[in-house]
């Protein structure tokens, strides 16, 4: 099945430091999700998005639906150990309504 | 808590041998998934259910069957014709289709 285009595939990041990770798609979407996996658990909805130009956010992350409906990035501020994980962003599209998953942004912090 | 649970954690199944996985919801949500995932990957969609006895496939439904015979139920049977079975197998359920989904915690399945 169609996937959305997730990067970067992987980051190494300092404890701190700020992330920006994002999809994009050839096709419109009408909602834009953002999940996160620890390992050997389900992924877990951090935000959701349902508008075009939408800004939201959850604690240090914040996430943005794209004015063209193609695109959506997540950005984490101030990186804690605990954020390690994969992250995944998934999308409905306008012609379609099964849920497209990118193939997921893995974080790891630097020791 | 309202919430999604699958069993059991980990499962061994032999060569040649079906494997059902249990995923029941007490969310109310009309609508319930099952997804494969294969080491560093992303999800795969394998059959989907948007209400009571009714389900459609997914992307990689060979090899697997499902039913839904109540609401709160989507159980998953990994036949013997599934060449590849060995995976995490994750569950999800939504309370309509176009909305955020939540996950179950996976059952991992090792053929030995």
């Known amino acids: 099945g169609q996937q959305l285009n997730q990067s970067p595939q992987s980051m190494f990041i300092q404890e701190g430091e700020d992330v920006s990770m994002n999809c994009t798609s050839s096709s419109i979407f009408n909602t834009w999700l953002w999940y996160k996996q620890e390992p050997g658990e389900g992924p877990v909805l951090l935000i959701a998005?349902?508008?075009a130009g939408e800004l939201t956010s959850n604690g240090r992350l914040t996430a943005q639906f794209g004015i063209t409906r193609k695109d959506s990035f997540l950005n984490i501020s101030a990186s804690i150990p605990s954020d390690v994980g994969i992250y995944f962003c998934?999308?409905?599209?306008?012609?379609?309504?099964?849920?497209?998953w990118g193939a997921g942004t893995k974080l790891i912090i630097k020791p | 808590d309202g919430g999604i649970t699958q069993s059991p954690k980990y499962l061994f199944r032999k060569e040649g041998q079906n494997v059902t996985l249990s995923c029941e919801q007490n969310l109310n949500h009309d609508a319930m998934y099952w997804y494969r995932q294969d080491p560093g990957q992303g999800l795969r969609l394998i059959y989907y259910s948007q209400i009571v006895n009714d389900f459609q496939k997914g992307d990689i439904a060979e090899g697997y069957s499902v039913s839904r015979e109540k609401k709160e139920s989507f159980p998953l049977t990994v036949t013997s014709a599934q060449k590849n079975p060995t995976a995490f197998y994750l569950c999800?359920?939504?309370?309509?289709?176009?909305?955020?989904?939540?996950f179950g915690s996976g059952t991992r399945l090792t053929v030995v």
């Open positions: 998934a999308g409905h599209r306008v012609s379609n309504y099964q849920l497209i």
């Open positions: 998005l349902y508008k």
């Open positions: 999800a359920s939504s309370i309509a289709v176009n909305y955020g989904y939540t």
